[in-house]
């Protein structure tokens, strides 16, 4: 069974500061993950994804994740917040039966 | 060229009533998944068709229903509405159903509200 847990829904940050979004994932299999960030009124949008390759795996706006499998962690990083990235962001696990599993999602807040 | 579409943007229905929710793929994307989105929560997985047969189905009753279309999109139909159906509706298409690594490309939703 798969499953992937946020232990954050809400996150505060300055602008200008370090993001740290956590995720948790649970797999039988060497499972697939992502993140999507979900802008207000907006669809969702891939921000990177591991595959099985390098396990720091850059994304887009700066984003970035490292896959580590002894802590079954996939984290979401960026150095420096900006105020476009307040939004909802969600992690993702898909395995090979192909069932794709959302996390219930961690809001962005940055603060001026 | 066009993202994933879907129609309508926003629907209202009563209990009891149904509902059928469209989606077009991105050209040349051959697969086509549905999502229920509750107003605080992760999208969870309703359907996913491939090549017109369905591959893939979540834990939704069977009021819950979808077909695939021989020109890639989509349809999802809700029968016998209930309250607790009020959600974003998120249609996500990708190239195909083969590789767990596929990104998934998501539509703007249609936002069903049952009053």
């Known amino acids: 069974a798969q499953s992937v847990t946020q232990l954050d829904s809400h996150v505060s940050v300055s602008e200008g500061t370090p993001v740290l979004l956590r995720c948790n994932y649970s797999?039988?299999?060497?499972?697939?993950l992502f993140w999507y960030v979900q802008h207000p009124n907006k669809g969702l949008q891939l921000l990177l994804k591991?595959?099985?390759?390098?396990?720091l795996v850059k994304g887009i706006n700066g984003f970035e994740a490292e896959f580590k499998k002894s802590e079954t962690s996939f984290h979401l990083t960026k150095p420096s917040a900006h105020m476009s990235d307040a939004a909802e962001y969600f992690c993702?696990?898909?395995?090979?039966?192909?069932?794709?599993?959302f996390g219930k999602g961690t809001r962005l807040h940055i603060l001026p | 060229d066009a993202g994933v579409t879907q129609s309508p943007t926003h629907l209202i229905k009563t209990r009891g009533q149904h509902v059928t929710l469209r989606c077009s793929p991105i050209?040349?994307?051959?697969?086509v998944s549905w999502y229920q989105q509750v107003l605080g929560q992760g999208p969870q997985f309703i359907f996913q068709?491939?090549?017109?047969?369905?591959?893939g189905r979540g834990n939704f009753p069977d009021r819950f229903s979808a077909r695939q279309f021989p020109n890639y999109s989509s349809e999802l139909n809700v029968n016998a509405l209930l309250l607790g159906d009020s959600a974003l509706y998120l249609c996500?298409?990708?190239?195909?159903?083969?590789?767990?690594?596929?990104?998934?490309?998501f539509g703007p939703g249609t936002r069903l509200t049952v009053l």
């Open positions: 996500a298409s990708s190239l195909d159903r083969g590789r767990s690594y596929n990104e998934q490309f």
């Open positions: 797999s039988s299999y060497s499972p697939s």
């Open positions: 591991y595959t099985s390759a390098a396990t």
């Open positions: 993702v696990v898909r395995g090979r039966d192909d069932k794709i599993i």
């Open positions: 050209s040349g994307h051959k697969s």
């Open positions: 068709y491939y090549e017109k047969e369905e591959r």
